[in-house]
């Protein structure tokens, strides 16, 4: 159950946390085609891990 937790916060950071990351690095640097191409690799990688996390939360509690 611990993995399951760790996995979970995992995905929800990479789902969030590095569009903000490229969010102040466009800040930063004027050039929004950081965020731009951010925001689908971080969708893919943190969508998958979440809904594979939620599953197996799920089949854990049943």
Known sequence: M?????????????LTGFPVFFLF?????????YLAWSIPPSFLAGFT??????NQIKKGTQ
């Open 2 to 14: 611990k993995n399951n937790k760790t996995a979970l916060m995992i995905s929800i950071l990479v």
């Open 25 to 33: 690095v466009s800040l930063f640097t004027g050039q929004w085609s």
């Open 49 to 54: 891990g979440l809904m594979v996390t939620l």
